[in-house]
C-alpha cells in the first residue's frame, strides 16, 4: 500500500506551478508529496503546513513553512484522506490534524487529495468519523452526537491536537447526507472541526497505482 501512497503523492508534483506557495496536508501519503516537492524546492515560493508533524518534515528538506495569515489566498492544497466517496467528498483526521488541514483547504482554490486505492468507498463512514472537541466539551459532543446520530463516539485518549484539542472518533456511521451531517455536527457547542470534508470536497483525486489514476 505503500506504493500506492508513493505513486500517488509524487505524481501531485504535476500540479504545483513555477512560485507557488503550496498548502501541504498531513499523513504517511503526503510524506511522499513532501518528498517529492523537496526535489524541485527551489521552483516553489514556499508552503503552507497543516500540522506540526508537516512542518518539521518541510523544514528537515529545506523547505519554507509560512504563515496562513501572511500568504492570502492559495492556488493548491495537497493532503490525503481516509475515506473518499465518488463525489470526491471525504473523511479526514485519522492523523488529528482535521481542523488546520480544514483551514487550507478553504484557503486553496485548487484542492488534489492523493490516495491509495483502499480509500475508495461508494458510502462514506466505515472509517470512524474524528471530530475535534474542546477538552471540556468531550462528553457534553458525545452525548449530542449519540443522541442525533445514534452512532458511537469514542475518545481517542491519549491524543492532544496540534491546537491543544481532543479528538472523538464517531463508529457505526453510513453517511448517506454528508453536507447535511457535517453542518449539523459543527452546529453543537464544543465541536471545532469535523473531519468530513463535503461541503468543500477535494477538486482532483489522484488515485496512487502504475499508472496514478486521477479522478
Ligand atoms: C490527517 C489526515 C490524513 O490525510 C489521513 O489520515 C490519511 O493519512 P495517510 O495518508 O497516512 O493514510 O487526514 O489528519
Excluded at 518541510?58 to 493532503?79: Q, W
Excluded at 490525503?80 to 492523523?95: F, N, T, Y
Excluded at 462514506?124 to 452512532?151: D, H, N, Q, Y
Aim: charged share 25%.
Amino acid at each position: 500500500m505503500s506504493e500506492a501512497k508513493r505513486l500517488a503523492g509524487e505524481k501531485a508534483i504535476d500540479y504545483v506551478e513555477d512560485g507557488m506557495i503550496v498548502g501541504v496536508g498531513t499523513g504517511s501519503t503526503v510524506a511522499f508529496f513532501i518528498d517529492a516537492l523537496a526535489r524541485i524546492k527551489d521552483r516553489i515560493a514556499g508552503t503552507v503546513s497543516s500540522s506540526e508533524q508537516s512542518t518539521q518534515r518541510l523544514r528537515a528538506h529545506g523547505i519554507e513553512v509560512l504563515d496562513l495569515n501572511s500568504t492570502g489566498p492559495l492556488s493548491l492544497y495537497v493532503d490525503g484522506a481516509d475515506e473518499c466517496d465518488g463525489h470526491k467528498r471525504l473523511i479526514k483526521g485519522g492523523g488529528a490534524a482535521l481542523t488546520r488541514e480544514k483551514i487550507i483547504a478553504e484557503a486553496s482554490k485548487t484542492f488534489v487529495c492523493i490516495i491509495d486505492p483502499a480509500k475508495r468507498v461508494d458510502v462514506l463512514g466505515k472509517f470512524p468519523l474524528p471530530v475535534e472537541v474542546i477538552p471540556m466539551a468531550r462528553s457534553l459532543v458525545a452525548r449530542e452526537i449519540l443522541a442525533r446520530t445514534g452512532a458511537q463516539p469514542v475518545w481517542r485518549d491519549g491524543v492532544t491536537t496540534d491546537n491543544g484539542n481532543w479528538i472523538l472518533d464517531v463508529h457505526g456511521l453510513a453517511i448517506v447526507d454528508p453536507v447535511g451531517l457535517e453542518r449539523e455536527l459543527n452546529q453543537i457547542p464544543g465541536v471545532v472541526s469535523v473531519g468530513l470534508f463535503a461541503r468543500r470536497p477535494a477538486d482532483v483525486v489522484i488515485v496512487g497505482g502504475e499508472p496514478p489514476i486521477v479522478l
